[in-house]
Nanobody, 123 residues
């Protein structure tokens, strides 16, 4: 499994960005695709997930109403639309994948597949 993120950058507070995650090598029927982030000096935290089979979405309270996770199944793409960005959203953002049969989880350790990360800086 390979996950490749893109779309990070530097924006001013109140701005927006869309992150993309290109997935390949996913051999199971369904997954939870997630976005995590890690700010300097902090632990990696879960941001959002999508259940690929039905499109159900889940969000951390800190981003609910501002971020939207979506997928384009035909292209094996997952997106994170981030609106009304705040300085506290500054972090390295990672795409991650977990086989859906293992159940929903927000724990970093429960996601075996990870991308390399894309930096988001909000000033």
């Amino acid at each position: 499994v390979q996950l490749v993120e893109s779309g990070g950058g530097s924006v001013q507070a109140g701005g927006f960005l869309r992150l993309s995650c290109a997935a390949s090598g996913l051999t199971y029927f369904s997954y939870y695709m997630g976005w995590f982030r890690q700010a300097p000096g902090k632990e990696r935290e879960w941001v959002a997930s999508i259940y690929t089979t039905l499109g159900d979405t889940f969000y951390a309270d800190s981003v609910k109403g501002r971020f939207t996770i979506s997928q384009e199944k035909a292209k094996n793409m997952v997106y994170l639309q981030m609106n009304v960005l705040k300085p506290e959203d500054t972090a390295l953002y990672y795409c991650a994948a977990r086989v859906a049969g293992s159940g929903f989880s927000t724990k970093e350790a429960d996601f075996p597949y990870w991308g390399q990360g894309t930096q988001v800086t909000v000033s």
